[in-house]
């Protein structure tokens, strides 16, 4: 393994490495051992100026680039991802802390999505359709809309930048990245890539900083007139409302409290495998992690004993170690927020079967670790079946039938990923058509997303789009509608065509 130590690294505006115009920094460190990773810009509103200016140039030529082009690059990116896939492995166990075999997967996530898209490159459809009149040809285009203003979370450190800047850029997009204050070293590595697989300058930026500053500046910039968010419910009000004075395009990702559930008929083992590796892999901190397992009273008993004896045997330790089953939590900020969900879950009455302690033997004290936490006997209402924790912790709750599992599942305010454990194909198909989730898993956990179809959810988890897949092309282009008429003539749509 590894260190950086303390070397200070830099934002990248119009193709330089530069430092923070106030010559500040931020550490990042690790959560695992407390390690330094590195020192990094503190960006505020006028680096945000320089990097949006750096795009705002950048934008007219790389719209004009043919989209083929663009894929072309996104495709070499793709590569040199792949040459480098084992070294920011390694490097995520280290900064953000997920085990080996999930920091694989964040950067196979990436390499999967940035070899879709640079795929749309040649595809990226459009539609013609007949005109009303004669003489005359209608089509549909996508355009690029201007310089993208992306907000990352530290969770997906590789994927989640990927799922933005993939599409915009092959849509024809520029951006400036501010990137989650406790993955920098990652995002900067990623947009390193970038720039090595022949991205002209100033097609991506990345501006270092905390949320509050370097996002916010972004946030308001009037030279950015789309904002991609992905991060908590909270922050993407805040976003929402900071943007609308400039009545920006706003693209949110948010939290979720997904639960898994659990039918008398179902292959109850299997229940346990995915609930497991759905509530404690990535130490709960995914937005689709479940958070509640909603399980019917003819098999409770036996999915609990089998769930807590499971949940016993995960091995806490840093994620580099082969050993390791459950990484750290990111920060102290978030094993202080799951040891606080314990003493509310206790306070609410519910029953703590497992876990509830920050881990301190041997090295683990060095770091952010909490022992994976399942409540029983829990109410539907309480707090915590109802709030996202965002940490290795999950809650399961006893029902009569189906229609309840359905009804307790979506009685929570946002609406991210959903599943459904059982062997009766007419209650699959109902709760495929029932759950009101973004995402459905039928005998899988609630974890699992595949690049390909589109990502993101209902109610609170955000604000109607959709990541990846196609989807993802309409949060980055503008639909514009062209009629060419070669009649020679005026013709009125609506008025010369008209009967009688
Ligand atoms: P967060 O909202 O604290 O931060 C996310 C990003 O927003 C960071 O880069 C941060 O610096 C920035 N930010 C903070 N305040 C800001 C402000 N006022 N203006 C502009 N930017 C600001 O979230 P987090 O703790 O990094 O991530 C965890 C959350 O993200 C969870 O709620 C999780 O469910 C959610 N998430 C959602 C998805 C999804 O696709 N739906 C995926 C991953 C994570």
Redesign the pocket.
């Known amino acids: 393994m590894t260190t950086t130590g303390t070397k200070t690294f830099k934002n990248f505006i119009g193709g330089e490495w530069v430092d923070a115009v106030s010559g500040d920094t931020f550490e990042s460190r690790s959560p695992a051992t407390g390690e330094p990773i590195g020192l990094f810009p503190k960006s505020g509103a006028e680096d945000v100026d320089r990097a949006v200016r750096a795009a705002q140039a950048a934008y007219e030529d790389w719209r004009l680039e043919p989209a083929p082009k663009r894929g072309e690059i996104l495709m070499r990116f793709a590569r040199v991802l792949e040459r480098e896939k084992e070294a920011l492995t390694d490097l995520m166990t280290r900064e953000m802390g997920k085990v080996k075999a999930e920091a694989g997967g964040d950067v196979q996530e990436a390499i999967d999505m940035t070899y879709y898209m640079a795929g749309e490159g040649r595809r990226m459809w459009g539609q013609t359709t007949p005109s009303e009149l004669r003489d005359k040809f209608n089509m549909s285009v996508r355009v690029p809309v201007g310089v993208v203003g992306a ?6 450190p590789i994927a ?1 930048p990927s799922w933005k800047l993939a599409p915009a850029l092959v849509c024809g997009n520029t951006v400036v990245l ?5 993955t920098p070293l990652l995002a900067e590595r990623f947009v390193e890539l970038l720039e090595e697989s022949g991205l002209p300058a100033g097609v991506v930026n990345i501006v270092h900083g ?3 500053t370097a ?2 500046a ?2 308001r910039h009037p030279g950015v007139p789309i904002i991609t ?8 009000v ?2 929402t409302k ?1 943007a609308a004075d400039n009545l920006k395009h706003v693209h949110l ?4 409290k997904n639960a898994i559930i659990v039918l008398e008929d179902a292959d109850v083992d299997l229940a346990v495998e995915g609930i497991l590796w759905s509530a404690f892999g990535t130490s709960g901190q ?2 689709t992690a479940a958070s509640r397992v909603i399980a019917h009273e003819k098999i409770y008993d036996a999915l609990q004993s089998k769930l807590v004896a499971a949940a016993e045997r995960l091995r806490l330790g840093p994620g580099w170690d082969d050993e390791t089953d459950v990484g750290p939590v990111i920060n102290k900020a978030a094993i202080e927020k799951s040891h606080a969900y314990t003493k509310i879950g206790s306070d609410e009455g519910a029953r703590l079967l497992t876990g509830g302690e920050i881990a301190t033997e041997g090295d683990l004290g060095n770091g952010f670790f909490y022992r994976p936490t399942i409540f029983g006997d829990v109410d539907a209402q309480m707090r915590i079946a109802q709030e ?1 924790i ?1 940490g290795p912790t999950t809650a399961l709750i006893k029902v009569r039938d189906f229609d309840e599992a359905i009804r307790v599942s979506n009685g929570i305010k946002y609406g ?1 990923s959903s599943s459904i454990y059982t062997r009766d194909v007419n209650k699959a198909f109902r709760a495929m058509r029932d759950l009101v989730a973004g995402i459905t898993y039928v005998n899988a956990g609630t974890t699992g997303a595949e690049v390909h179809l589109p ?3 209902t109610k609170d ?2 604000n109607g789009h959709r ?1 990846a897949g196609q989807a993802a092309l309409d949060v980055f282009t503008e639909w514009k509608s062209i009629y060419v008429d070669y009649s020679g003539k005026l013709q009125r749509a609506q008025i010369d065509n008209a009967a009688g």
Do not use: H, M
């Open positions: 907000i990352t979370p530290w969770n997906f989640i501010k990137p989650a204050e406790d905390y949320g509050e996002g916010d972004l946030v968010f992905t991060g908590s419910r909270e922050t993407g805040a976003v900071a990702e948010l939290g979720g995914r937005c996202e965002f991210l990502f993101g959810g988890t955000g990541e």
